[in-house]
Every structure is written in C-alpha cells, then in structure tokens.
C-alpha cells in the first residue's frame, strides 16, 4: 500500500490549493481515506475524510465550507480542495488510509489508528 501527498505551497490568506493524494497497492472497496494536518509544535488533526465506495465525506468544524475531498476511482486518486486558506491552515498536510475504520475517524481522532500513511507536503499560508 502506497499514499503520496502532493500538491503543497505557499499561498496568500484567501487563495487556493488543491492537494492530491495518489494511491496504490490497493483497492478502495472498504478503505477509508483522510486527510490530516500538524503544525509546528502542534498535535495532528483530522481535516476530512471520504469513503471513496459510497462518496461519504466529513470534514472538521475549522475547514468545513471552506475544503472539499473528492475521489477518483478511476486514477485512485483523493483530493482536497482548499479555499479561502488562512494563516491558521498552515502545517504539512497527510492522507492516510485504513481499511477497518470508519471515514468519521478523521475527524474524531489524531489518525493513531489509521494503518497506512504517505508522505506529507508543506502548505504555508502567510502574505
């Protein structure tokens, strides 16, 4: 199982970003998949997560109406769109992926149960 995270930069306060996760080595009929974000000296928060069979996404209370998470079945390949980005937004930025676990996890943990992680990529919002 492999994850990679891509699509990280340095943005202005009320621009955009669009993160990509690319995955492989599995398929996605039970997975759930998330995106989670840690800043400097901070504990790991869950952002989004999607269910990629039935489109079920979640989103916690500081992103939500400003991200979107969507999946592609057909590249493997999960997305988080980013609007209206504040300073706050900055951290690096991680998908993970567990087939046990419920997408809402993303939102309701740290992603300490989640099985399998990629790299992260660094989004910095500052002007």
């Known amino acids: 199982v492999q994850l990679q995270a891509s699509g990280g930069g340095l943005v202005q306060p009320g621009g955009s970003l669009r993160l990509s996760c690319t995955t492989s080595g599995f398929t996605w009929d039970r997975y759930a998949i998330g995106w989670f974000r840690q800043a400097p000296g901070k504990a790991r928060e869950g952002v989004s997560g999607i269910s990629p069979v039935d489109g079920r996404t979640y989103y916690a209370e500081s992103v939500k109406g400003r991200f979107t998470i969507s999946a592609d079945n057909a590249t493997n390949t999960v997305y988080l769109q980013m609007n209206s980005l504040k300073p706050e937004d900055t951290a690096v930025y991680y998908c993970?992926?567990?087939?046990?676990?419920?997408?809402?996890?993303?939102?309701?943990?740290?992603?300490?149960?989640?099985?399998?992680w990629g790299k992260g990529t660094q989004v910095t919002v500052s002007s």
């Open positions: 993970a992926a567990d087939p046990h676990l419920h997408p809402i996890v993303v939102i309701t943990t740290n992603g300490n149960a989640f099985e399998h």
